[in-house]
């Protein structure tokens, strides 16, 4: 069984910071594609950050200049540096990750088959 640990939420005042980790648990499992997808309250959960294993990124328009997401393929661990925080990021987080790209996008939860079970972000006005 592979299981995608995520470390890092916590509680920030907005114009903050925060990097989440994403860490596989097996070292022999290698996936074409990391995400992180984050669901707020009464919201649907929506794709912010994605990445392959050749480092080709994709990003949400809300979070484009303020998040960055990365991965060290020898820690078989994915990041996301969160910068310039809103109280609108405020939600659970979740890494994902995938075997390839689907007709479906980078960004769409369709496209992952394994997931983390969240760690919350919390921004205070």
């Known amino acids: 069984q592979i299981d995608l640990v995520e470390s890092g939420g916590g509680s920030v005042q907005a114009g903050g910071s925060l990097r989440l980790s994403c860490t596989i648990s097996?070292?022999?499992?290698?996936?074409?594609?990391m995400a992180w997808f984050r669901q707020g309250p009464d919201k649907e959960r929506e794709g912010i950050a994605s990445i392959r294993r050749d480092d080709t990124t994709n990003y949400a328009e809300s979070v484009q200049g303020r998040f960055t997401i990365s991965q060290d393929l020898a820690k078989n661990t994915a990041y996301l540096q969160m910068n310039s925080l809103k109280p609108e990021d405020s939600g659970m987080y979740y890494c994902a990750a995938g075997h390839s790209y689907t007709m479906f996008g980078a960004l769409d939860p369709r496209t992952y088959v394994t997931w983390g079970q969240g760690t919350l972000v919390t921004v205070s006005p």
């Open positions: 097996s070292d022999t499992y290698s996936p074409f594609c």
